[in-house]
């Protein structure tokens, strides 16, 4: 087969790992890798308010914020867990739920298979319980609520029809949602690494 024809299913990262796409192992994954890849995801395909996009790095930190704000007694664990609850973007980029549900269950399988990488890779279980699923999905639609609202133009009229409105948030936290305004890629890889940093040395 020639170079032309052959089809290369792996992705060579700024570590010098190189990550199997059809079958990631964990020793591929590096933190650095994941930090710079979704500080430069944009969330809404860059459909943001300011003068950088509003990226996965920044977003996943807001989503383990508003987790350890639902559950003050957190473990490291699953508070890691929700700062790496959308890592596998930094591969695959931000997919808009619509787009995922036509790809369908394929994709969906993929992700996972990523996603399971990344847990085994950082000491995590492969597959979150049910419970732990729940508490980081919450975590995520409030923070993509008041995303809509804050920086993707929606009225809360229309973010009230498509998403729900979170319930029993602390005012710290409420008061951070809507105050969210997109950081540099710089500065969303740089807070990325320190939460993780953070977070792991109390594992």
């Given amino acids: ?3 032309k024809t052959q089809k290369r299913a792996w992705q060579r990262m700024l570590s010098g790992r190189r990550l199997d796409l059809l079958d990631p192992s964990a020793v591929d994954i590096e933190i650095s890798d994941i930090a710079r890849g979704i500080a430069c995801v ?3 395909n860059g459909q943001t308010k ?8 920044e977003h996943s930190l807001i989503v383990a914020d508003i ?3 639902m559950l003050p007694d957190i ?3 699953l508070e890691l867990m929700a700062l790496l609850h959308d890592a596998s973007e930094y591969v695959i980029g931000d997919m808009i739920s619509p787009f995922k ?4 269950v394929d994709y969906r399988q993929f992700e996972e298979r990523l996603e399971a990488a990344i847990h085994i890779r950082f000491g995590l279980r492969a597959i979150p319980s049910v419970k732990d ?5 919450k975590a995520d639609l409030a923070c993509a609520y008041y995303e809509a609202i804050t920086l993707a133009g929606f009225s809360v009229e229309d973010a009230n029809k498509f998403f729900d409105r979170p319930q029993n948030l602390g005012k710290s936290i409420t008061a951070k949602l809507e105050a969210m305004r997109p950081l540099s890629v710089k500065q969303a890889e740089a807070a990325f690494l320190k939460r993780f940093e953070q977070i792991n040395a109390r594992l």
């Fill in 1 to 3: 087969m020639s170079k």
């Fill in 67 to 69: 987790c350890v704000d």
């Fill in 50 to 57: 300011g003068d950088h996009a509003f990226s996965v790095a």
């Fill in 133 to 137: 699923k729940k508490l980081i999905k």
């Fill in 42 to 44: 944009a969330r809404w």
């Fill in 101 to 104: 549900n036509a790809l369908g």
């Fill in 75 to 77: 473990s490291p664990e």
